[in-house]
């Protein structure tokens, strides 16, 4: 059983930075890839940035520029992937959730593909 928990989430300004984090452990499972989604109640879980094993990140277009994504190395079974969030504004409010799967082609979007998911963090941006 691979268990994410995601950490870091709570109240920031309009214009502030947050960092969220996703420790991932649990018994031995070769996770390939990483990714961070966001929830609000009035639409669906969205991709926000992915990473491959070889480190190459995918941002959506909304967080692009802004928000970066990163991993620690593997070590004993665990890691830990970050979501650094800067210039946030009133649309990045939403629950956060992070996202592993084994090796996989499709996209790093494509949300139906992954396997492992986290309860989610909320983030919240006031004005």
């Known amino acids: 059983q691979v268990v994410l928990t995601e950490s870091g989430g709570g109240l920031v300004q309009s214009g502030g930075s947050l960092r969220l984090s996703c420790l991932v452990s649990?018994?031995?499972?070769?996770?390939?890839?990483m990714a961070w989604f966001r929830q609000t109640p009035w639409l669906e879980r969205e991709f926000v940035a992915g990473?491959?094993?070889?480190?190459?990140?995918?941002?959506?277009d909304s967080v692009e520029g802004r928000f970066s994504i990163s991993r620690d190395s593997v070590q004993n079974a665990e890691r830990t992937v970050y979501l650094q969030m800067n210039s946030v504004n009133s649309e990045d409010t939403a629950e956060y959730f992070c996202?592993?799967?084994?090796?996989?082609?499709?996209?790093?979007?494509?949300?139906?593909?992954?396997?492992?998911w986290g309860r989610g963090t909320q983030v919240t941006v006031s004005s």
């Open positions: 649990g018994r031995y499972v070769k996770i390939v890839d």
């Open positions: 990473m491959r094993s070889d480190g190459s990140p995918t941002y959506s």
């Open positions: 996202a592993a799967r084994p090796r996989d082609e499709r996209p790093l979007n494509a949300r139906a593909s992954y396997r492992y």
